[in-house]
């Protein structure tokens, strides 16, 4: 890290050309994230000087100190001199943060707040006093530090702040992370670090980490955060370890992050020495108000429960032949008196003989449509199946207007190749919030943004690896969630640009370079795993395993998915197959159930399609999708020569890894390709197409490479 050049308060001297030239290719860990506050060039500095002569923060809260610090480092930092922060007003360029409650000039401004809620703020060039001002205002002090995250994003920006007229609100209430932590410190596919926290030192030892991870979330408007796995362990809701998750609360709270717990719903048993976990056993019910009443007596803004209930082994209601309304609610009145909330999980698929995976969360969870109480959101995966590279929107969010409906979208890249991949998912997560739900314009977001409590959910990607995670580009996903949890409408390459400005570079032609990379990467991902609507083809959600049968719940076989046979490949979810499209509105369906209206890219999600189907390009399917693997690994083989225009451009620490990592996504994009097109090639019996590069290994190589304990291999093509 650079060592802050510290001068005395009001001395201005212009430190900015000696920060950017020990910038230039210095070591950089990513720890700073997005927010790094290198010192802009002289020029745009000088300009944003004349406007920013003093931070003025009047009152005081925890919140209030956060907004002053971080305004004092930012600017200090991009600036490369020392801010005076004040108390007032005085002269031209005062930056004014606050509240009407907290600075009666805000007061007097009249600014439009009454509109903007608890979390919006506006920002205005005004003139106070007869000087020119910048003044960020809200409602409440978190407000406030938005603003103020706003505003340091425009001067990080390059933005210029002249007749700045801004107002901002999030379009949705919670906007949260999940942790896929265990208790022992371990994540759900995550192998690079531990659990941020550090539960065997809380709550004597709280890192200054816990912080700094707090603060990323409130620059990018993230509210909330799950501490522990959806698959939970019920010795979280000791007061062991109550204690330690009040300590991590009380770092969050300045920066407006409200913790929550996965809860596990047999915990009256487990920890409770109940004999029954019956949602509408009395005892047990009283069991769990009495311990959300310990809880809020600890952490009086806890945010509440999220629950993973009768799936994948998980106890849950079911088990007393009750429904996940009567589970749920049971909760939600143990939380109301306090205003907390229960997060309950539609990812359920019990597996039954010829039911189709793509339809279970919906046949559960749609009669129960209006029996949910009002602190209770139902949190929905974006796809049907899951968290797979494409998959057509979850039908649920098409289907229970009376429920509170949050999506639930996977920062964590499972099974688009961890922190090896340079994959950035906006895109994704704009097609799926975007989505017409029922033929008339409705989409995902606008479903979801209609309910009293509004909400989105992102399983994070953050461990304790120093650069939080693990890929540098991977840091973008967690910055893209939180922006579009604020506002679902903002695009891909705006928020690509944004970040990367902040965080890798300001020179415009590389600027241009990344943002073409972030935007294509996505494509990619989807062209060299699954291309054309093919999903779950894996062996250990990172490797290919389309020969993948033998464990214990079929609907984990690969075979499953895609259904190759002589004829040809893909699952048949129309009428003549599972009929699952049934789930979709009218319109969709219509939509989907029509080979010749089905998009391209979800073709064999919906449909069993001749090997030699003609498709838009006039080639067959079969050609099409052996192109569509080697134009995945020729993007990434290209990416490799963009990224090195960039050397001397990216600090040498990142840009070095970032190589790296796609010499690596190159290896590993050809390993699906050829493991997938001779497998599906057993099948097809049809030569790979001009232009396919022809695979290095067998086809009994490659399966030899990959293990999944438990599994076996499709004897059709031994
Ligand atoms: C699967 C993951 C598993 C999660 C599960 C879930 O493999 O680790 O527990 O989803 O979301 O994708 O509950």
Redesign the pocket.
């Known amino acids: 890290m650079i060592k802050k050049v510290r001068i005395g308060v009001g001395i201005r001297i212009f430190l900015g050309s000696l920060f950017l030239a020990s910038a230039k290719g210095y070591a950089e860990d990513g720890y700073r994230l997005w927010l790094r506050y290198e010192p802009l060039p002289k020029e745009a500095a000088e300009k944003y000087l004349r406007k920013v002569t003093s931070v003025v923060v009047p009152g005081q809260s925890g919140t209030l100190e956060a907004v002053k610090k971080e305004l004092r480092d930012g600017v200090s930092g991009l600036f490369g001199i020392d801010i005076p922060l004040t108390d007032t007003v005085k002269g031209d360029g005062a930056v004014l943060v606050g509240t009407p409650k907290t600075s009666p000039q805000i007061a007097q401004l009249e600014l439009p707040l009454a509109a903007l809620g608890k979390e919006g703020y506006c920002i205005r060039s005004v003139r106070l006093q007869g000087c020119a001002a910048t003044v960020v205002a809200a409602n409440t002090d978190l407000g406030a530090l938005y603003g103020a995250f706003h505003l340091l994003r425009l001067l990080q920006t390059g933005v210029s702040l002249e007749a700045l007229q801004i107002d901002e609100k999030p379009r949705l209430h919670v906007r949260m992370l999940n942790h896929?932590y265990y208790l022992g410190g371990g994540i759900?596919?995550d192998n690079d670090g531990y659990a941020l926290w550090d539960w065997k030192r809380l709550p004597e030892k709280v890192d200054a980490r816990l912080r700094d991870y707090a603060r990323a979330n409130a620059s990018i408007g993230i509210n909330g955060t799950v501490l522990n796995?959806?698959?939970a362990d019920a010795e979280i809701l000791t007061a062991g370890y109550l204690r330690k998750v009040a300590a991590i609360a009380d770092a969050f709270r300045p920066y407006g992050v409200k913790v929550h717990l996965s809860a596990r719903f047999s915990a009256p048993i487990d920890i409770g020495g109940l004999k029954t976990a019956d949602p509408l056993d009395p005892q047990v019910a009283k069991w769990w108000r009495t311990k959300a009443d310990e809880i809020y007596a600890l952490i009086p803004d806890f945010g509440g429960f999220l629950v993973?209930a009768n799936?994948?082994g998980q106890p849950g209601p079911r088990t007393y032949h009750r429904s996940h309304a009567e589970g749920a609610n049971m909760l939600a009145a143990a939380l109301a008196p306090h205003h907390g909330i229960v997060v309950w999980?539609a990812?359920v698929y019990d597996y039954k003989p010829e039911y189709d995976r793509a339809a279970a969360a919906y046949d559960e969870f749609r009669p129960l449509d209006g029996a949910f109480s009002s602190n209770v959101l139902v949190q929905v995966?974006n796809g049907p199946v899951?968290?797979q590279p494409r998959e057509p929107f979850h039908p649920l969010f098409g289907a229970m207007p009376k429920t509170q409906l949050i999506p639930e979208l996977q920062i964590l890249q499972?099974y688009m190749g961890r922190s090896t991949h340079l994959v950035y998912l906006a895109p994704m997560w704009r097609e799926f919030l975007l989505a017409d739900t029922d033929g008339q314009g409705t989409t995902v977001a606008n479903v979801c943004e209609a309910s009293a409590i509004s909400g989105i959910a992102g399983v994070s990607n953050v461990s304790s690896v120093r650069s939080w995670t693990g890929h540098p580009f991977s840091q973008a996903n967690w910055y893209a969630f939180g922006r579009l949890a604020w506002n679902p409408e903002t695009t891909s390459e705006d928020i690509a640009r944004e970040w990367i400005r902040m965080t890798l570079t300001r020179e415009s032609a590389a600027v241009d370079t990344i943002a073409r990379i972030m935007l294509e990467s996505r494509e990619a991902a989807v062209d060299y795993m699954m291309p054309l609507g093919l999903h779950h083809i894996v062996g250990n959600?990172y490797d290919p395993a389309p020969w993948r049968v033998g464990d214990s719940r079929p609907d984990w076989w690969a075979t499953y998915y895609h259904k190759a046979d002589e004829k040809g490949i893909g699952f048949d979810r129309t009428k003549t197959g599972s009929n699952a499209l049934a789930c979709y509105h009218s319109k969709v369906r219509d939509r989907f159930a029509d080979i010749t209206t089905c998009p391209e890219n979800l073709l064999l999600w919906f449909h069993h399609v001749p090997w030699d189907q003609r498709l838009i390009s006039g080639r067959t399917l079969w050609e099409e999708m052996a192109l569509h693997y080697q134009r995945g690994v020729d993007w990434v083989r290209n990416t490799r020569r963009q990224w090195s225009t960039l050397q001397g451009v990216v600090d040498s620490e990142r840009y070095a890894l970032v190589a790296k990592k796609l010499a690596m996504q190159e290896d590993h994009a050809k390993f699906w390709k050829n493991a997938c097109l001779l497998y599906f090639q057993v099948y097809s019996k049809r030569p790979l197409p001009d232009g396919v590069e022809k695979p290095d290994l067998t086809l009994p190589e490659y399966i030899g490479k990959i293990k999944v304990p438990g599994t076996t291999v499709d004897p059709r093509c031994q």
Do not use: G, Q
């Open positions: 896929w759900d596919w796995n959806v698959n993973k799936s994948e999980r990812f995966k899951d968290f499972e959600h």
